[in-house]
Structures are given as structure tokens and as C-alpha cells.
């Protein structure tokens, strides 16, 4: 049986995505040294770049899964490219890997099958997923959809007394 979708909304600006971004990195400056990032496309791509600036690491590689097809639905995790066999030696040790966001935390585990010795970084995580990651900056709970500024647009917000569905 499927889970229930998660029906809390947690809305993320660009400003706060960079501030996130930028705590994780300076988390991240006390671990390490690393020596590359994996950044696990798409949602990885944007604090991968937040984190190379910060920390000076301009070795990026990817991994690109797709896991949610659908909104809110997760289905047949698919790995669209893997890591190269060279920065997957020794385990992924000095490696980095990124991502916005753990989840359930499948994403993770196929990954961390790949690169078991690698530091795993999220800006955000899920219960379900936290296990998996080793640094990450804020916590939501599973029943909470995250909403990454690259998904959202400015709209218009009728008055609260035009609302029919307000109290
Ligand atoms: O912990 P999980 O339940 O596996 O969920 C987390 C993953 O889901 C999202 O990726 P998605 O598959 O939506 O692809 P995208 O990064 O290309 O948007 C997110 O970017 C994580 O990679
Ligand atoms: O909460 C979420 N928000 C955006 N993408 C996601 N992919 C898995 N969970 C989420
Ligand atoms: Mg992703």
C-alpha cells in the first residue's frame, strides 16, 4: 500500500534556499577534505553550486536519478546515468555527494550502494530519510511537501475577505 501524500506545504524563496544552501556549506567546512562533489540531478544542481563556491571544490560530477514522475508520486526510481568507475574507487572516500532534499531516502540508498565511504549532504530531510544522510541543515516532517523556488512562480493572492474558503 501506497503512503498518504504528504498535505502540508513548506514554500522555500530563492533568498532562503541560498541561506540553507550556505549553513550547509558551512557545516560541511568542518568535515571533509573533499576532493570532488557528486551532485545527484536535477535537484542536487543548485546547492551543488552554492557548496562548490563555498568550499573551493570545482570537481563536479553527476548522477542523474528520477525518482517522483509525477507530482507528489514516487515511481520505478530510474538511473539515467551513473557515477564514473574512477571517482567510485575506494568506496567514493573524499567525496562529496549532494542533494536538495531526502525523502523516503531511495534515492540515497542507491547511491550510498555506489559510493558507501562518500559524506552524503542535503539541505533538507524527511524522517524516512534522515538515516541516510550524514549532514543536512533543516527537518520537515513526512507528511510535508517541499516547495523548491525552481518550481514556483509569483501569483496573485485574492484578499482574505474575498476568500469564500476563509473562516
Ligand atoms: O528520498 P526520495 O524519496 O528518493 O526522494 C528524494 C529525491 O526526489 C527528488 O528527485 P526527483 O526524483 O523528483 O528528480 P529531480 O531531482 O530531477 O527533480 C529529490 O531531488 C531527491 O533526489
Ligand atoms: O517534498 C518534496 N519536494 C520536492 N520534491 C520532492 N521529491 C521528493 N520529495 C519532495
Ligand atoms: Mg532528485
Known sequence: MSSPKPDKAFPVSWDQF????????????????????????????????IISRELGIRMIETVCIASYHDYKTQSGLMVLKDIDDKLAENGGEGILVVDDLVDTGSTARVVRERLPKAHFATVY???????????????????????????????????????????
Open 125 to 167: 530531510a524527511k524522517p524516512l530519510g534522515r538515516p541516510l544522510v550524514d549532514t543536512f541543515i533543516t527537518e520537515v516532517s513526512q507528511d510535508t511537501w517541499i516547495y523548491f523556488p525552481w518550481d514556483m512562480g509569483l501569483a496573485f493572492q485574492p484578499p482574505i475577505a474575498q476568500d469564500t474558503t476563509a473562516g
Open 18 to 49: 541560498h541561506r540553507d544552501a550556505r549553513a550547509l556549506a558551512w557545516r560541511l567546512s568542518g568535515s571533509g577534505p573533499f576532493n570532488a562533489i557528486v551532485c545527484i540531478t536535477r535537484g542536487g544542481l543548485v546547492p551543488a553550486a
